[in-house]
């Protein structure tokens, strides 16, 4: 068989190096240096003439595909259907088909097992991927050729031709899939000076290439594509000996899209990552903010893909929604927006080409995965541009307006640079793993005891390094939220980040013992566990904020001895909520147009009927407190709705729901904290 393909090749202008000749192993054909002979550097292995070159102007030029434009009928039938459609019919018309031995040379459609892609994994051999971006990947790949096949056999069949009743989906699958594990891009033919007509070739899309496409992938292989005008050559770059295949490079690519599209997976794979993505509505939010700002604008959405390109790649990681958490209804910090249960599924509007380049991904430094020692070091890194999106994505309000464009693509965690947007992006991100973990850990009972095949060897390579990326990341990101101030130490006075059990424990013993009488009162309880899970938490951080506001409004006024002043960092913060939060919905600012802490300084939000009657439910716990206790701080007149409004919008603008710092996964799992911005040392 390789005898005749060589024939064929070199009769069409075709080229061979003469010191190789073509092997064949478990894994297909391949192209070796022949016995008694070595290859040096600069040596043409190959060179295809575009004459040979399968690509959609091949479909263009052919007598039945080229006749319909099928496209503007259906946006699912783009080039690269209708190629796939043209090899599908090249197949059949066998020994009249100019490309016989080519096809020939392929795996053919009655032994599609040879690829070992997820697409012809048997049960017990998914069980290996499930949970994975693979997994969901190879599902929207194989709904989406599905989805093209049925669409195109439809508009086909009222042509009335003999030829479509020879389609099969199985058939349109293979030739699919060989496009997937066998393209080269279609800018090969960019520079051709055919007869063809170059311009109405899409370059977005694969072409296949014979003879070239016989040298498989080693990420180590030094070679050069040379795209010629009248032909596509690879160039060896490093010396070669005898009997050795020659590899070639396909650019760095991960595991998940080796496994994918090619069916392999490389051990120590340098470029091996887990991907995420963020919604379009993100991405076009993200957009929106970005050309807010002065200087250049952009009509592109952020395209910053991952350290690989696969045309058919669609798997992502979670979603990341909007702005600020959701804190939930009633008296709950609630579900994070940020974290979605469809982890890994991209946004159904994405064309397959849109996916590819929405993909971000996180990986650790120099694609090293060994064990990661545990100390809080940068030994990770995510897709250039990632967590400057992350911080636009996560900024509340204020945020938005002091950011500097355009933002760096990697945020400092140090304390020194400490927000509540970068104390924000890293709990979004560490939960985001997390969940992408945990998505994949749910079926470890469900795997055999080992891999039995090629194809279970390769899946359960894949995901055990995925696991250990993800389990690499999130235990750097949690002792880094470990050791923040606040969680790492537990004296309100030095604390960035308030908790729970912070302000029920530990707050100034100026507003402490009236704090906890309002929550007993009012509540039931001032047990952290107890406000947890009966949704409490907004109730809580609310009625702490609202007695901060007083003590500091009466140490201003002097109305208090000494022993009742805040913490420096407290009255900073409140400072810098008075500047920002200026406007009360109920009160007016002094004649003179200067607001002070006295005038009740208040949201200047419209208060929304669902807040306004939450805030009627904390002021109703507030005067069960005051009725039994009437010497309390809370008995001040100025603690009405429009007062807790104001403290209950702080509360939602300036907190982060943060992961579980001892690791458990799941939303029952995370807690709310508040961040104290410009509270540090002054």
Same mark, same amino acid.
Not at 221 to 250: E, H, L, M
């Given at each position: ?242 009997? $050795? ?5 396909? #650019? =760095? &690519? @991960?595991? !998940?899209?080796?496994?994918? *599209?090619?069916?392999?997976? %490389? ?20 957009? $929106? ?5 002065? #200087? =250049? &604008? @952009?009509? !592109?959405?952020?395209?910053? *893909?991952?350290?690989?390109? %696969? ?372």
């Amino acid at each position: 068989m390789e005898e005749d393909f060589k024939s064929w090749f070199l009769s069409h202008g075709g080229a061979f190096h003469p010191d190789t000749d073509i092997g064949f192993n478990s894994d297909g054909f391949f192209i070796r240096v022949r016995d008694g002979r070595d290859l040096l550097p600069g040596a043409l292995v190959v060179s295809c003439p575009h004459a040979l070159v399968i690509s959609g102007l091949d479909a263009i030029h052919d007598p039945f595909l080229g006749q319909f434009n099928l496209q503007s009928v259906s946006p699912l039938l783009n080039q690269l259907v209708i190629t796939r459609i043209f090899l599908m019919k090249q197949f059949l018309l066998r020994e009249k088909s100019l490309w016989w031995q080519y096809i020939r040379m392929l795996p053919q459609p009655d032994a599609l097992h040879k690829f070992n892609t997820p697409l012809w994994y048997e049960p017990e051999d998914l069980a290996w991927i499930r949970g994975t971006n693979l997994e969901l990947g190879a599902q929207r790949m194989e709904t989406s050729w599905r989805q093209e096949f049925e669409e195109a056999a439809s508009l086909f069949r009222w042509t009335g031709s003999e030829q479509v009743g020879s389609w099969s989906w199985s058939l349109y699958k293979w030739a699919a899939a060989i496009f997937t594990s066998r393209g080269f891009p279609g800018s090969a033919l960019a520079n051709s000076t055919s007869d063809k007509v170059p311009d109405a070739l899409d370059l977005d899309f694969p072409v296949l290439i014979p003879g070239v496409d016989l040298l498989n992938h080693h990420p180590l292989a030094k070679v050069a594509w040379v795209w010629g005008p009248s032909d596509c050559s690879i160039i060896n770059d490093d010396p070669i000996g005898r009997t $050795t295949q020659i590899w070639n490079n396909y #650019g =760095p &690519k @991960s595991n !998940e899209e080796l496994i994918l *599209g090619y069916g392999f997976s %490389l051990f120590r794979n340098p470029t091996e990552f887990c991907s995420l993505a963020v919604s379009l509505d993100v991405e076009k939010r993200i957009l $929106t903010i970005k050309n807010s700002q002065p #200087g =250049p &604008k @952009s009509t !592109e959405i952020p395209t910053i *893909g991952g350290p690989s390109e %696969l045309t058919s790649r669609v798997s992502k990681g979670p979603e990341i929604a909007l702005g600020p958490p959701d804190l939930g209804k009633g008296h709950n910090i609630g579900k994070s927006k940020f974290v979605s249960e469809n982890a890994g599924l991209l946004d159904s509007r994405l064309s397959t080409q849109q996916a590819n380049r929405h993909i971000k991904w996180v990986r650790l430094k120099g694609g090293s995965l060994k064990k990661i020692p545990g100390q809080n070091q940068a030994l990770y890194e995510f897709s250039p541009g990632f967590l400057g999106d992350c911080s636009i994505a996560f900024a509340n309000e204020r945020e938005l307006a002091e950011f500097d464009f355009p933002l760096h693509s990697s945020v400092d965690f140090s304390f020194a640079q400490l927000s509540r947007n970068k104390v924000h992006v890293m709990c979004a991100v560490t939960m985001i793993l997390q969940r992408q973990q945990m998505a994949i850990t749910k079926h470890d009972l469900d795997l055999p005891r080992w891999p039995v095949n090629e194809k279970q060897f390769h899946a359960a390579r894949y995901r055990r390094n995925q696991l250990q990326i993800l389990k690499s990341v999130i235990e750097i990101l949690l002792e880094s939220l470990r050791s923040l101030p606040g969680i790492s130490t537990v004296t309100t006075r030095d604390m960035r980040v308030v908790r729970l059990e912070n302000i029920l424990t530990d707050s100034t013993s100026s507003i402490l013992t009236d704090f906890r009488a309002a929550l007993n009162s009012g509540l039931g309880t001032r047990k952290p566990a107890k406000i947890r899970k009966n949704g409490w938490v907004e109730c809580a951080f609310t009625l702490w904020l609202c007695g901060l506001w007083l003590r500091h409004s009466s140490n201003i006024h002097g109305n208090t001895s000494p022993t009742s002043s805040l913490p420096p960092n407290l009255s900073r913060w409140l400072l810098f909520l008075s500047r920002v939060y200026w406007s009360a919905p109920d009160i007016e600012p002094k004649s003179d147009g200067h607001v002070t802490l006295d005038t009740e300084i208040a949201a200047s939000k419209q208060s929304d009927e669902e807040t306004q009657l939450l805030c009627e439910s904390f002021l109703a716990v507030i005067n069960a407190a005051v009725t039994k206790n009437p010497r309390s701080l809370y008995r001040d007149p100025g603690v009405t709705v429009a007062r807790l409004e104001w403290c209950l919008n702080i509360i939602r603008q300036e907190g982060v729901m943060c992961p579980n710092l001892e690791g458990n996964i799941g939303e029952e799992s995370d807690e709310y904290v508040l961040f104290l911005e410009n509270a540090g040392i002054a």
